[in-house]
């Protein structure tokens, strides 16, 4: 079945390092992409969001990027610091639906070390 | 801003019995959906809530029921609990129709255990 997915479900970098985390989707019908981050006994908290008629977005330490062609997203954060710690989820929408019902991927344990 | 808040944090409840999940929507969201998160995995969407009706629904039997109510808070039932109803339950709320302007926000989720 069509569903979003990750390439990685352990990522271990030390601190000050950049970061990247990978999700490949299937559904080429999906528009709108938006990353998690998840701590520990907390609910997902939004970190950044794209739609498909972009391939970059840029946020406080993190880009998003978009390749449609391979539909593939990735989640880069800059100089990774120890509270960077934490799931990340990608997860995807269609929009044009009566409803907002996001697809999750299984997640990435990113592990910063000091 | 006062963000989605969800009630109780953890829950233990046995095999068998039903239980009442309750949520509060961010202020300005009007629609109220809700997931299921097994360990180790991702959240599943089970359904979501929009001018009082379900608006939307998953992979998920009728023993999973919901409200939503004027106030656009919301509870999620359970009745005949399954042991793997196991799982951190999450609360998410939006502006209804606004899939493109705004990402869904979630609550920091209730814990049910079944044992």
Known sequence: ?114 | ETGVTQSPTHLIKTRGQQVTLRCSSQSGHNTVSWYQQALGQGPQFIFQYYREEENGRGNFPPRFSGLQFPNYSSELNVNALELDDSALYLCASSRHGDSLNSPLHFGNGTRLTVT
Not at chain 1, 39 to 47: C, D, H, N, R, W
Not at chain 1, 71 to 94: M, W
Not at chain 1, 97 to 108: D, R
Request: hydrophobic fraction near 30%; aromatic fraction near 8%; proline fraction near 4%.
């Open chain 1, 1 to 114: 079945g069509e569903s979003v997915g990750l390439h990685l479900p352990t990522l271990s970098v030390q601190e000050g390092d950049n970061s990247i985390i990978n999700c490949a989707y299937s559904n080429s019908a999906s528009d709108y992409f938006i990353w998690y981050k998840q701590e520990s006994g907390k609910g997902p908290q939004f970190i950044i969001d794209i739609r498909s008629n972009m391939d970059k977005r840029q946020g406080q330490r993190v880009t998003v990027l978009l390749n449609k062609t391979v539909k593939h997203l990735s989640l880069q954060i800059a100089a990774t610091q120890p509270g960077d710690s934490a799931v990340y989820f990608c997860a995807e929408n269609r929009s044009g639906g009566s409803n907002y019902k996001l697809t999750f991927g299984k997640g990435t344990l990113l592990t910063v070390n000091p």
